[in-house]
Nanobody, 112 residues
Framework: QVQVVESGGGLVQPGGSLRLSCAAS????????IGWYRQAPGKRRESVAT???????TYAAAVKGRFSIFRDNAKNTVYLQMNSLKPEDTAVYYC??????WGQGTQISVSS
């Protein structure tokens, strides 16, 4: 069983930045594809960004150019750097490891 824990959420003004962290347990972290997802109230959960074991990244069209995903395997952690945040980025952000293990989520609210 892999434990996944997100952190770094909070309230930010439009145009601001936040960095989310996703820490996962286990010895095989470097082999996992890690994904960030989000779910806004009344909407389905959607993929935001993913990073493979080789560092290949993908981004949703809505966040491309504003968000950046990167990993530090020595710390068993993947980060999501979010810049130029918009009110529509408001959601609970979840981390997923290898398509199997989910974290509990962290709330991001973008509002003035």
């Amino acid at each position: 069983q892999v434990q996944v824990v997100e952190s770094g959420g909070g309230l930010v003004q439009p145009g601001g930045s936040l960095r989310l962290s996703c820490a996962a347990s286990g010895s095989f972290f470097s082999m996992y594809t890690i994904g960030w997802y989000r779910q806004a109230p009344g909407k389905r959960r959607e993929s935001v960004a993913t990073i493979s074991s080789t560092g290949t990244t993908t981004y949703a069209a809505a966040v491309k150019g504003r968000f950046s995903i990167f990993r530090d395997n020595a710390k068993n952690t993947v980060y999501l750097q979010m810049n130029s945040l918009k009110p529509e980025d408001t959601a609970v952000y979840y981390c997923n490891a290898e398509g199997r293990w989910w974290g509990q989520g962290t709330q991001i609210s973008v509002s003035s």
